[in-house]
């Protein structure tokens, strides 16, 4: 193994977790070196200047983009959207992820029961949400299993982080969100603790929820994990996936996938989420927008969170790409 302060393996590390977005567990497998050397490795990186970091605050600089919501909330038939400028220096991410923050800060007096999903914005808006006031008869719970490449207390980081910052009570789901094969699905779902998890998911008065775009990112590596033989990929791909929105995939046109991917995930079923009060979706960057124009087809949602170029991205594909009669 190379010494862990050879240049290399510094900026290797460094573009695996900064600029490709891996976890600190995923960057020690792909260096080969242990988890808690990875901390050190980049705390080098930075010592020596190869990385840089600066620290801005965009929620004093993201603003609304009121046309767009309104064409969104219009077309879609949505009772919230916010749709959020980037400006220069502010990533994507973080400019959908501050206006997530603000709506949910709006909306969180009052509400007893929330549901978070995943995905890397909806962790970004749990890292930047900022209450004024601690909400200690609130509660919050996952809508679905341990993302495969989460590595925090029963996959539940965002969770648990966004219940803390709240004051609140939250309750783990004590399951990977993905399994191998049916036989495992089908075991899991008769256990008393997993439906349990899903009952509580199912009584939520409001959820926030992430949209992955298949073959790109957390969907990419949902996939993965499901192990699919060749017949199921082949099966998988033949519906056309769109997107997912936790583990659940559909089409572009907002239509449910079968099998093989129905039976690998443990959480709620779109079925189950388009039966919550509120709905509300978070996703940033234009790639996604096949994703996010399915997702929006789903009846699921009741509002969304964007940024500019991906909602501009979604209104031209739907466009491009009508329902079919």
Same mark, same amino acid.
């Given at each position: ?8 393996? *510094? ?26 050397? $990875? ?50 220096? $502010? ?39 900022? *209450? ?10 996952? #809508? $679905?299993?341990? #993302? ?87 099966? #998988? ?77 979604? #209104? ?10």
């Amino acid at each position: 193994m190379p010494s862990p302060r050879s240049l290399d393996l *510094l900026v290797r590390a460094a573009q695996l977790y900064y600029e490709e977005g891996r976890s600190q567990h995923e960057v020690a497998a792909a260096i080969g070196v242990s988890g808690s050397s $990875v901390s050190r490795i980049l705390a080098a990186a930075r010592e020596q200047g190869i990385v840089v970091i600066t620290v801005r605050d965009p929620r004093r600089v993201v603003r609304r983009e009121a046309c767009l919501e309104v064409r969104l909330a219009e077309r879609f038939g949505l009772s919230e959207v916010r749709v959020a400028t980037v400006p220069n220096g $502010v990533r994507t991410i973080d400019a959908a992820a501050v206006l997530a923050a603000r709506f949910f800060a709006e909306r969180v007096e009052g509400l007893r029961r929330v549901g978070l999903g995943w995905g890397v914005t909806v962790d970004r808006f749990a890292e930047l949400m900022e *209450l004024e006031s601690v909400h200690p008869s609130l509660t919050i719970c996952p #809508l $679905v299993g341990g #993302l495969p490449t989460d590595v925090g207390p029963a996959g539940n980081t965002s969770m648990e982080v966004l219940a803390t910052r709240a004051g609140a009570t939250s309750y783990r789901f004590e399951s990977p969100a993905v399994v191998e094969s049916r036989q495992t699905w089908a075991a899991l779902q008769r256990e008393s603790s997993i439906t349990a998890a899903i009952r509580r998911a199912e009584l939520v008065e409001f959820a926030m929820v992430g949209i992955g775009c298949y073959g790109q990112n957390n969907a990419r590596r949902v996939v993965s994990a499901m192990r699919l033989t060749p017949r199921e990929a082949h099966q #998988l791909s033949s519906q056309s996936p769109a997107g997912d929105i936790c583990g659940r995939f559909f089409d572009i046109e907002g239509r449910p996938l079968g099998l093989p991917t129905l039976e690998r995930v443990i959480g709620v079923s779109l079925d189950q989420l388009r039966k919550v009060p509120k709905v509300v979706a978070v996703a940033a960057g234009a790639e996604k927008s096949p994703g996010v124009l399915g997702a929006l087809r789903t009846g699921v949602l009741d509002g969304i969170v964007l940024d500019e170029k991906l909602a501009l991205a979604v #209104l031209e594909l739907a466009d491009a790409v009508p329902i079919r009669p």
